[in-house]
Structure formats: C-alpha cells, structure tokens
C-alpha cells in the first residue's frame, strides 16, 4: 500500500534549471572568470550531481587540474562562487523567474489530503529549496513534508542512493510502502538503488536520458492524479 511520496525538487518540482544556469553565470562574471555556461553545455554539466562538484569538474576540464588563478585557494574559490551563485538564484526565485511544474501542485494537495505523507530527497542545498518553496507554497511551507533531506544531510550526491536511504530511514517506512519521483537519470538511479518504485518528469534538460527502470516515464505531472500513482505503484513489479 502507498504510504508516501517521495519528490526530487529541481527539473522535478519546478523548472528551475534556466535560472541555474543565469545564476552560475552572473558568479563567474561577478569573480571574474571568463566563464560563460550555455544550454548545450549546461545540459550536460547536469550529469554531475551538485553545483559545487559542477563548478570543479568544469574547472578541471578547462585547465586539466584545478589551478589557483584567484589567490584565495581552490576550494575556497568554489566555495564564493557557489554562495554567489545561490544568492542569484534565490532572487531569480524572489523576482517570479521560476516556476512550479505543471500538475505538481495539485498533486501535492491530492495526496496531503488523502493522509499520504509527503518528502523530499534532493541533494540542492537547503537555501534553494527554501527560496522555491516559500515562493510556491508560503511561510510555512516546510510544515507540509514530514522530511526533508538535501544537500546538507546527503554527503554523497546522487546517482548514490543515500539521500534516499536516509529519507526512508527517517520516514520509518520500507522503499515498498513509498514512490519517488525524479527527472533525471542520476536520480532514477539513486532511487531504484534504494529500491524505490519511481515516475519520472522529462523536461527539456534530461528527455534524452536513458530512463531504463522507471515505473513510468511522463512529460509532467499535469493530468496525474493520485489515484494514477496508487494504480502503477500497487501494480509495481517486486524490486529484485
């Protein structure tokens, strides 16, 4: 039986993925660096999981290792150009540059309502997901999900199963009772390694990922309603 659903939140819960990409940039420029990230070459810096291990695969492709060019040291560079960057895209969030996805908030409603806990397991950082959520949901957004785990909780980022492994762990339920779901290959893999039924939300960043696995394969949630989720979940076939 469905007990939980368990949401990933950028390219999932909203299309967040445009004001990532402006906010990296406006950091790059703000410190300096000749750096200048493109839909293209975004797309696929998206197959690494986090925007501080993104910044330094990038840096190691453009140098090929990571070379002090700033004088504050490497990680410490990393390090301001991520604070920047968050700051950027919080008020991208603030200003109305991002929205959610279509069917998401309904479907969060449908399922609150019917006594189905809600959680999110993504491994952004926490003022991200809090920039977002307020925006959507207001003040008291947190109070809607009964776990929340992220960047800070999750030291290893997806496609490792941890962020999921933890959720489950604090939910106190088994992956059987529970269903993710994500847009991305990282995280369809992060969540079958922790056994999780999962849907998936294609959007323009991650339709060409291999979704090998997946419970069900969507253009978004618009349309989807609980009782969708309850049908494909109890049809599922057993994790192996």
């Not at 990532?20 to 839909?39: C, I, P, Q, T």
């Not at 604070?83 to 200003?95: F, G, H, L, P, S």
Request: aromatic share 6%; proline share 3%.
């Amino acid at each position: 039986m469905l007990k939980a659903l368990i949401f990933d939140v950028d390219g999932t819960l909203a299309d967040t993925e445009m004001a990532h990409m402006a906010a990296f940039n406006h950091a790059f420029a703000e410190m300096g660096f000749d750096w200048h990230w493109d839909v293209p070459l975004y797309t696929q810096l998206l197959s690494i999981s986090g925007g501080k291990e993104r910044i330094k695969a990038y840096w190691e492709q453009q140098a090929g290792n990571l070379l002090d060019i700033t004088g504050d040291g490497v990680q410490q560079t990393i390090d301001r150009l991520h604070e920047i960057k968050t700051a950027a895209y919080e008020q991208a969030v603030n200003d109305g540059q991002v929205q959610m996805r279509e069917g998401v908030l309904s479907l969060l409603s449908e399922a609150s309502d019917a006594g189905l806990t809600l959680a999110i397991a993504t491994t952004t950082s926490p003022v991200n997901i809090a920039a977002l959520l307020r925006q959507a949901l207001g003040a008291d957004w947190a109070r809607g999900f009964a776990v929340i785990e992220d960047a800070s909780t999750a030291v290893r980022k997806k496609p490792d199963p941890l962020v999921y492994q933890q959720t489950l762990s604090r939910l106190g339920l088994s992956a059987a009772q529970c269903l993710a779901v994500e847009d991305s290959e990282n995280g369809l893999r992060a969540a079958r390694a922790a056994e999780l039924s999962t849907i998936i939300t294609t959007n323009a960043f991650t339709a060409h990922h291999a979704f090998d696995g997946a419970l069900r394969v969507l253009p978004s949630l618009q349309g989807v309603r609980l009782a969708h989720l309850q049908e494909w979940h109890a049809a599922a076939p057993a994790q192996p």
